[in-house]
């Protein structure tokens, strides 16, 4: 009787203290919120205090701006093909590596996870020559190329660890019903990878959508934008401008947040299967 | 005997055939992408390509001379980097096992706050260094006249010291959420006999702690120390757009060194050069870590 009295009064303390530090780490959403529908004065005099009228128009400039829904579809576009293209290429890659244990598939797997230590800035700049001379340069399709080859590594890493846990004995049965390696693959297996293909598209939209460098790189003009590309081009013209950079970054951030709380318990599992592999 | 023969190499072509299509589209990309820019730059670092020309002389070992006996911006940006290192990737790791820690006990809101506490990590760190500009210039600002807390009114991206600080602060409330992901997997797989075991035995909270639930999520902190290095040690986005590397250069990470060597000053052999350095400081500290971590792996 006393130990569980004891042990509820300590968990609502732990309770309290953990709802104030979740109060402490939403302060910068409060302060972006609230600031962006501010007018300038108001935004300058007193950042902390809720809006003394509300200002939609900021973000209808903003909108303007940064030509939102431009960079709001390339955004898309990039991220969704780029995912598309990845789970299927690595998914079969990493299956076919597996189940033909040949020399050469052992080597290239020790290449690849090798390459996943390889930080991105170690290549960027002769990639952005590699990329010029082959005509990929200011281009979503050359974009996406781009990110073909920096997820493979571990999009392949992570698929092979699966396949393995995937029974023989359903493959060959298969096979004697008379389906060749492909249908095998697209009918039988593909389906069965469905847990890490979520992780593995999971895990790269939070990185391709998230990106700065490599598209600043690629889409060097400036007519081609993404979201995280037009929020610096705004940085760069706006400076100090909060009423109008405030509703950007709020449009900027909406899509991945909403992404996230759909789905979240997707993205938890994810991130906890990625990391038990790597 | 014929019929045989075209038999095998028929299975041959067809495996031949099967590889190419299985495998090929990865192999074609990770060479276009990875394998051809990584040998090129060995190459460049060797020259005084300056990217413009397309000409390229071979200048010996004299890059990576100039780097370790003239560079002092690269040693200055090395030097911030690993001290960024050490302190985000301890307190971040530290923070993320407490929040696990802590929201794997029966708490009423516990899958809420895991939300809250993971969500920072869901923005890219390009649009996170501007939300937390505005933050450190106009919102501390006001807390610091509404609340008279001197922590405030520092000026925050105005001084060396503080700018540091102030990288660190959001580095650490954008990936705490992550780790924690991982650590609450972990924790959940402590098992519960052994925890009720130690507490028929008299173990105080702490030495629970200490002697069974660290050495039992030691895999999860390989994992997770990996992760916060490399996060750390390639920052890019959040220090470009939340420093810029100010006030007076103090707060350049290498990345962001090697980025500007190239790509404002044009000396992209100099450049290459710094990348090369880089990769194998990379790969050297997080081979260790995993090394070192992975020893203190124990089982349950």
Redesign the interface.
Known sequence: MDITKRYRSGTIVTEILMIVLGIVFLVPFYFLFVNSVKTFGDLLTSAAALPKSIEWGNYSRAFDITNFPTALWNSVLITVVSNVLLVVICAMAAYYMVRNNSRFNRFLFVIFVAAMVVPFQSIMIPLVKVTSTIGLMDSIPGLIICYLGFGVPMSVFLFHGFVKSIPLEIEEAATVDGSNAYGVFYRVVFPLMKPMLVTVFILNTLWIWNDYLLPSLILQSGKLSTIPIATFAFFGQYTKQWDLALPALVMGVLPIIVFFLFMQRYIIEGITAGAVKG | MRKGENGMNHKKTS?LT??V???G???L??I???????V??LY?SFTDWD?ISGKATGVGFDNYKQIFMHDSSFRDSFWFTAKFTILGVVITNVAGFFLAY??T??????N????????????????LG???Q??FV??F???GS?TGISFFNLPWLGTENTAFWALVIVFV?QTAG?LM??YI?SLNNVPKDILEAAEIDGASRFQVLRSIIIPLIMP?AT??L??AI?WS??M??LN??LTKGGPFGSTES??MN??NE??SKNR?GL??AK??I??VI??VI??LQVKFTKSKEVEA
């Open positions: 495996r099967q590889q299509v299985f495998v589209p990865a192999i990309f990770f276009l992408i990875i394998a051809i820019p990584f090129l730059g460049y990217g802590l929201l006990k029966p708490l009423k809101t516990r809420f706050l895991r939300t809250v506490f993971f969500m920072p990590n869901v923005i890219g760190g390009l649009l501007f939300i937390w505005f933050i106009k919102g600002s006001a807390l509404a409330w992550y992901v991982i997997s999860a994992v997770c990996f992760l490399s040690f390639k890019f986005d470009l757009s290498v990345a090697i980025y190239a790509f992209y450049g290459t990348a090369i880089f990769f990379v790969a997080t081979s």
